[in-house]
């Protein structure tokens, strides 16, 4: 591997912006990623999680829409599958949107691995 000024390990939530602010001051930056960019909070937690909890929402709101005098004939129902593929969509184009950033961004090398430090000088 050659030198770098920097190395961040994992693309969590400081990974990236860490990545971003030090290439910008100039300096040679790898990000290495065992697993999937954007971390946990893209993948699992943060971004799918409030994709479902917006789409709950929408179902309550169309639940209660006669209090606003909106009538809607038929039952409200939900159809999962749908939801799914919603979720799972928002969570590819903003884990795609992320890995494209480092991948095009200047002096950041985006490696795809485990990594751990070995030294305060060393990773492998």
């Given at each position: 591997?050659?030198?770098?000024?920097?190395?961040?390990?994992?693309?969590?939530?400081?990974?990236?912006?860490?990545?971003?602010?030090?290439?910008?001051?100039?300096?040679?930056?790898?990000v290495?990623?065992?697993?999937?960019?954007?971390?946990?909070?893209?993948?699992?937690?943060?971004?799918?999680?409030?994709?479902?909890?917006?789409?709950?929402?929408?179902?309550?709101?169309?639940?209660?829409?006669?209090?606003?005098?909106?009538?809607?004939?038929?039952?409200?129902?939900?159809?999962?599958?749908?939801?799914?593929?919603?979720?799972?969509?928002?969570?590819?184009?903003?884990?795609?949107?992320?890995?494209?950033?480092?991948?095009?961004?200047?002096?950041?090398?985006?490696?795809?691995g485990?990594?751990?430090?070995?030294?305060?000088?060393?990773?492998?």
């Amino acid at each position: 591997m050659p030198d770098f000024d920097a190395i961040i390990i994992g693309t969590g939530q400081a990974g990236p912006s860490l990545a971003f602010r030090l290439a910008g001051a100039g300096m040679k930056v790898a990000v290495v990623e065992r697993h999937l960019v954007g971390g946990t909070c893209v993948n699992t937690g943060c971004t799918p999680t409030k994709a479902l909890v917006a789409s709950a929402y929408a179902a309550r709101v169309a639940q209660r829409a006669a209090e606003y005098g909106v009538v809607i004939g038929g039952d409200i129902g939900i159809d999962m599958r749908v939801v799914k593929a919603r979720t799972d969509g928002i969570v590819a184009a903003s884990r795609n949107g992320l890995t494209s950033a480092l991948e095009n961004a200047a002096n950041i090398t985006l490696y795809r691995g485990h990594a751990r430090f070995v030294s305060p000088q060393a990773v492998e």
